[in-house]
């Protein structure tokens, strides 16, 4: 099992099963919602994603994808898209131990591009 928190802690989550796709996104909607040059994520199946504590706050980046924060720090959590319904993308910086699910690809892969 895996398990990440956010900046401030607030929000704490846990991931059942094993990561099967881990990519590092460099599209433009990724780089405006974290101010960063990329964001690196990992997929797993939505019901393996456990929210523990906190409060996540949504909204649509996209016409078919949503993302969520933490409502108190802003930190990125996870980014779903009505193109992949069985996906849930949740942001790799936000592990406990990021080392364990290190980014394979480092291109844009279609799946994450536009949203
Ligand atoms: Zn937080
Ligand atoms: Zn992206």
Redesign the pocket.
């Known amino acids: 099992m895996l398990k990440g928190h956010c900046c401030c802690r607030a929000v704490r989550y846990e991931v059942d099963g094993t990561p099967y796709h881990s990519t590092g996104?460099?599209?433009s909607?990724?780089?405006r919602a974290s101010a960063a040059p990329f964001?690196a994520?990992f997929t797993v199946p939505p019901a393996s994603f456990r929210l523990v504590a906190g409060e996540l706050t949504s909204f649509k980046s996209s016409e078919h994808a949503t993302r969520t924060f933490c409502t108190r720090c802003g930190t990125p959590i996870t980014?779903q898209s009505t193109h992949y319904p069985d996906e849930i993308d949740i942001t790799t910086g936000s592990l406990t131990t990021p080392s364990r699910c290190r980014p394979r690809l480092t291109s844009?892969p279609p799946r994450?591009?536009a949203?």
């Open positions: 996104c460099h599209c909607i990724c780089r964001v994520w980014f844009t994450v591009s949203g």
